[in-house]
């Protein structure tokens, strides 16, 4: 019976670690497929056909795999393994596309993959025993989402393109950052009450947040300049999740104020990494880059 004690904590961590981080990473292979399937069958058609809807369903269950794990772990251990879709679309792009990943592409992946992996062994979060208040929790997303809601004024009133895709990308990014809270929340309803999950308000405000951060996505999309938006979004959702995490869960990385900073020289290093990535897939994914040679050619024929 001792041992069996003494090893309750070893398999505790281990749920609480190993299974949501693994679980982490199956969202983010998941989510990059449906992603991509999406983005290809969009490209093809010009409007949402089979292969659209079967990349949005595989894309579902990866979403499920991240509620799931962000139900079992840590904000701050979920959140960044799940940025590791933009680096999973790399392969999938180019086996799609009959080419090879370029050399900078399969650099800053490895960037990615080391500061993601750095911050975890050195880190080690934790969850964390407390839950946001509902009225807390409601207080917060709501003025969060006025903001956001300033910031979208803001983007329909500028005239440049870069200015209203950042606008809207960033926007975009934060509600999906806010629903990665929610989700944890409502996850932990659903394991620990599922039949009582319906009482709760944050179900609804995570259905609220949701439909707002897709109408903001595609605002950003639709801005024109994807190679903007696209890195914004990428982002701001891991870096607002986790500092509501922090902030209304405490959920805490226990570590000194010296890898205090090594750890947010980590974080901004993995930032850089999914920007860079994330504008190598905007590059691809534009159309509007596409046409600009040959719109330059053309322009210096007819004024030869």
């Keep these: 019976m001792g041992k069996i004690a003494a090893l309750r904590p070893d398999s505790l961590e281990g749920m609480h670690t190993w299974v949501p981080a693994l679980l982490a990473v199956l969202a983010a292979a998941l989510i990059a497929t449906g992603t991509v399937l999406r983005q290809k069958a969009s490209q093809r058609s010009g409007a949402i056909a089979k292969g659209w809807w079967f990349g949005a369903a595989i894309a579902v269950v990866g979403f499920g795999f991240q509620a799931y794990a962000l139900g079992l772990g ?3 251990l979920v959140q960044p393994l799940v940025v590791l879709a933009v680096l999973f679309a790399l ?13 900078m592409d399969w650099v800053w992946g490895a960037v990615l993959v080391g500061a993601v992996v750095t911050f975890l062994l050195i880190a080690r979060p934790v969850p964390s025993e407390r839950r946001a208040s509902p009225v807390l929790l409601a207080i917060t997303v709501t003025v969060l989402i006025v903001g956001l809601i300033g910031m979208v004024v803001l983007a329909e009133r500028c005239r440049t393109a870069h200015t209203k895709a950042l606008c809207y990308g960033i926007a975009s990014g934060a509600l999906f950052g806010i629903a990665a809270l929610l989700i944890k929340s409502v996850a932990l309803h659903i394991i620990h009450a599922p039949t009582e999950v319906l009482l709760h308000a944050d179900v609804y405000l995570l259905a609220i947040v949701i439909a707002l951060a897709v109408l903001a996505q595609q605002r950003a999309f639709g801005a024109g300049d994807i190679q903007t938006s696209f890195p914004a979004m990428n982002v701001m959702e891991p870096a607002v999740s986790m500092a509501l995490g922090v902030i209304l869960l405490g959920e805490n990385l226990r570590v000194g104020v010296g890898k205090s900073i090594l750890l947010t020289a980590i974080l901004l290093v993995a930032a850089v990494a999914v920007v860079k990535l994330a504008q190598h897939s905007a590059v691809r994914h534009d159309p509007v880059s596409d046409t600009k ?3 330059e050619k053309s322009r210096r024929a007819v004024q030869a």
């Design 91 to 103: 392969p999938l792009e180019a086996k799609i596309d009959h080419r090879r990943p370029s050399t």
């Design 293 to 295: 040679p040959r719109d």
């Design 74 to 76: 840590s904000i701050l």
